[in-house]
């Protein structure tokens, strides 16, 4: 006998259907409250903090990611919500990492540390607390911690869940500078790579120095991708990038600096002449020259030089080799060789930086799981040999693609002398966003061969991008609402840019 309402049968001519969406969310909400009140019972604030942390992160930030692919296709708002849950759950895993399988012995307990001690004095209004150390670098982390923890509580999973919070927006800074500069590019593509690879989702997403950096050279990027393209608000994400690179790891910010410098050099005239564009285009060299010497004075500073030349830049670089020739993931290298920064060793340094450790060099799972990584990111540059064979193309006409070209060249150059494959395995997540813009070229213009009337000819079949229609009468609130260099924004034409 069958249960089903004969009356629904017969309006709707289909037998009814449970609501299992629904159900499925009211079971995970039952269990979220259960484990919430039995870990606030028997559980310090340090762990069921996170609970609370987490779905108020998924409350802000969803609505806000929603909002800014309002006039997108659907896979995009998937994309990039199922990139924040999947960011944030990394921060778990890289969590056990540090404090299970290391038993402790990471950076992140020094800045849990000293983050719970001066939280206190933040939360009463005293940032005058002494941290015990210079501020450029570690003691700039620590500071953060210390903020951190003063906002949601002194709780170790939680300030894991802001970091990695912190790291996702970075990401989605790349990717709005990716749709900002190169809008004909291969943004799917480029989206799913930046997203989820192993290495930028699992590194950047706990309190360290690898997450703050990704979120301050996302917005360094996406502020470079703004002036490139002659949109406002591009000094205003530039410099807050910088200045956030450099408080951490200034010669980073060098090296962001020349590429910007080349990039700078080759974007395209505008199409309107105005009497105010030499100005703007001086006042931009002036911007870009200052901020170099200001780099370059904090290069010094940091690693302890009295200038910046080939014999300081030496020094530095037999001093990294030093540090970081210890441990188990520690390569061996031709000391000699290493020293030098030049050209020729270009094509070294790049292998190096970007796909060492092989799998035959990899002596535990970590590394094995980081050459795998390598290996696959090899494959993907020999599958895409028919892209970049546009590149030259590309160096005017998109002059970001010349910005992140340069970038990575110099970072090879600049981080092949680490000698720990480790740490290796952790700094290049930094230039990783970079070198994905150069898989995400578009692809050449198929052709297909026409046959009439005796001859044949030639047809390109141009890609067409779908746009979404926009209402006659549709304006925007707020500033720069028509303009599309804020994350998110509609250029009003139906495209983005």
């Not at 535990?364 to 290996?375: F, P, R």
């Not at 700094?427 to 990783?432: N, T």
Request: aromatic share 12%; proline share 6%; glycine share 10%.
């Amino acid at each position: 006998m069958s249960s089903r309402p004969a009356w629904f049968t017969r309006w709707t001519g289909r037998p009814p259907r449970l609501p299992w969406g629904s159900l499925l969310a009211l079971a995970a909400v039952g269990v979220y409250v259960s484990v919430f009140a039995w870990a606030m019972e028997y559980r310090p604030y340090d762990t069921w903090g996170a609970l609370i942390v987490f779905p108020l992160l998924l409350t802000v930030s969803v609505p806000l990611l929603s909002r800014f692919s309002r006039d997108e296709p659907p896979w995009v708002r998937r994309l990039v919500i199922g990139a924040l849950v999947a960011k944030l759950l990394a921060c778990f895993a890289r969590y056990w990492m540090s404090f299970v399988l290391y038993e402790g012995r990471a950076d992140a307990a020094t800045y849990d540390l000293v983050g719970r001690a001066i939280a206190p004095h933040f939360r009463d209004g005293d940032f005058t607390v002494d941290i015990g150390r210079k501020v450029i670098g570690t003691g700039f982390i620590m500071i953060v911690t210390g903020i951190v923890y003063a906002i949601v509580g002194q709780s170790l999973l939680a300030g894991y869940l802001v970091y990695s919070w912190l790291g996702f927006w970075g990401l989605y800074l790349f990717w709005r500078a990716f749709n900002v500069a190169y809008p004909d590019g291969d943004r799917r593509r480029y989206g799913k790579l930046l997203f989820f690879l192993p290495s930028l989702l699992f590194w950047p997403s706990g309190i360290g120095k690898d997450t703050w950096m990704m979120f301050t050279l996302g917005m360094a990027a996406y502020g470079v991708a703004l002036l490139l393209v002659r949109k406002r608000g591009a000094f205003v994400f530039l410099i807050l990038g910088a200045v956030g690179t450099t408080m951490v790891r200034p010669h980073v910010t060098v090296l962001l600096l020349c590429g910007l410098c080349v990039g700078y050099l080759l974007r395209n005239r505008p199409q309107q002449a105005s009497a105010l564009g030499p100005l703007r285009a001086a006042f931009g060299i002036v911007v870009l020259g200052v901020g170099c010497v200001l780099a370059l004075q904090q290069v010094g500073t940091f690693f302890g030089t009295p200038g910046i030349g080939a014999a300081q830049a030496n020094q530095v670089i037999a001093k990294t080799q030093t540090q970081t020739a210890q441990g188990g993931s520690a390569q061996a290298v031709d000391d000699q060789a290493a020293l030098a920064i030049s050209p020729a060793a270009l094509p070294q340094s790049l292998v190096t930086v970007l796909f060492r450790p092989f799998p035959f060099e990899a002596h535990n799972i970590q590394a094995l799981v980081a050459s795998l990584e390598g290996v696959v990111l090899m494959g993907l540059f020999v599958v895409a040999l028919p892209r970049l064979k546009r590149i030259p193309g590309l160096l005017i006409r998109r002059p970001y693609v010349a910005f992140v070209i340069v970038y990575t060249l110099v970072f090879a150059l600049a981080f092949a002398n680490i000698r720990n494959f480790g740490i290796l395995t952790r700094e290049r997540v930094q230039v990783f966003p970079f070198v994905l813009v150069l898989l995400a070229v578009s692809k050449p213009e198929r052709t297909e061969t026409v046959k009439g009337g005796g001859s044949e000819r030639r047809r390109r079949r141009v890609p067409v991008r779908q746009t979404m229609p926009v209402a006659a009468d549709s304006e925007s609130v707020g500033t720069g609402s028509t303009d599309p260099g804020y994350p998110g924004e509609f250029r009003g034409d139906g495209t983005w840019r």
